[in-house]
């Protein structure tokens, strides 16, 4: 496939908050990387080493955009707090549908995430034009010379910075396992302190993904009689918790989903819950990976929490 130059029209992006296409997708599929604590030991460096892809990768996860109209809705990533430090969240933006790729990184920098829990890693004109080569990846243009350094940012944070634009890239164009050439002046330049001459590529989901996301549904959303709530996880046994309170901050509804997987990668979970008979109203779903350790293990249960209204 010829490059394909997308163009950065970040005023229709962000007044495209109309009627969109459907998009069915879950996370980008790559594998799993062995330790998710915030040591900086265990963060793979993403410029010399790709994650193979697991099992889990392949069944978690395909990119399939479909549009109508004048905007598409997309896949992004944002970076959450965990218990064992920062990770990307995923969520959908509104954007151009004649250019996707734009139109996502201009939502990157808005840093305007419909999670209130979430922020970006970047700010307004960090990046220029970018452009898809399906043998040679993506190439994005550096236009905020602040990111082409770590700082003082200890090393997952950077991996977790420079990655929440690797794995959205992928997730809208719908493609796995292709290097990000970030570029300055014409020429490669580092990106948040890691070489990029040979192009970024995605670090394993495990390494930086957060273990639980509520993907269905978004911060914002309703949900009414019997309805369907998914998202992703890596939890122990694949049993993901999940509770819906209301606005006092009772729990009105608890329950268990089952992950189709755990160990390698994340994983789909779904799970039905019954609001019939519930006073209309604003409410809190969260989803939760299980402790069955209760706190005397590990980092402790990440949380991923959506507000809700019924009725």
């Known amino acids: 496939m010829s490059e394909q130059p997308t163009s950065r029209a970040r005023a229709h992006c962000r007044s495209s908050r109309t009627a969109a296409a459907a998009l069915a997708v879950a996370a980008v599929a790559v594998a799993g990387l062995a330790g998710c604590g915030s040591d900086d030991t265990t963060v793979a460096d993403p410029s010399t080493s790709s994650a193979p892809t697991s099992a889990a990768a392949t069944t978690s996860a395909e990119a399939t955009a479909t549009s109508g109209g004048s905007t598409a809705r997309v896949p992004v990533y944002f970076v959450g707090k965990t218990p064992a430090g920062p990770a990307l969240f995923q969520e959908y933006a509104e954007v151009p549908a004649a250019d996707p790729l734009g139109g996502a990184v201009a939502a990157l920098e808005a840093g ?44 997952k944070a950077a991996t977790v910075a420079a990655q929440q634009l690797v794995y959205t890239l992928e997730a809208v ?139």
């Open 173 to 311: 164009q719908g493609v796995k396992k292709k290097p990000v050439t970030v570029v300055a002046g014409g020429r490669p330049t580092t990106f948040y302190g890691f070489d990029t001459r040979t192009g970024l590529k995605p670090a394993g989901q495990l390494g930086v993904l957060a273990l639980v996301n509520v993907l269905s549904p978004q911060e914002g959303g309703s949900l009414s009689g019997k309805a369907a709530v998914s998202g992703l996880a890596s939890s122990p046994e694949g049993t993901v918790p999940w509770t819906l309170k209301d606005s006092t901050g009772k729990v009105v509804r608890k329950g268990t989903a089952t992950a189709e997987g755990w160990m390698d990668g994340l994983y789909p979970w779904k799970t039905t819950v019954d609001v019939s008979g519930l006073p209309s109203g604003t409410y809190t779903f969260t989803a939760s990976t299980d402790d069955p350790s209760g706190g005397t293990e590990g980092y402790g249960p990440t949380r991923d929490t959506k507000t809700v209204t019924v009725g």
């Open 112 to 155: 305007s995430p419909t999670d209130p829990d979430y922020t970006s890693s970047y700010s307004s004109e960090s990046f220029g034009k970018v452009t898809y080569d399906a043998a040679k990846g993506f190439t994005v243009e550096l236009t905020d010379p602040k990111l082409a350094d770590r700082g003082n940012r200890s090393k």
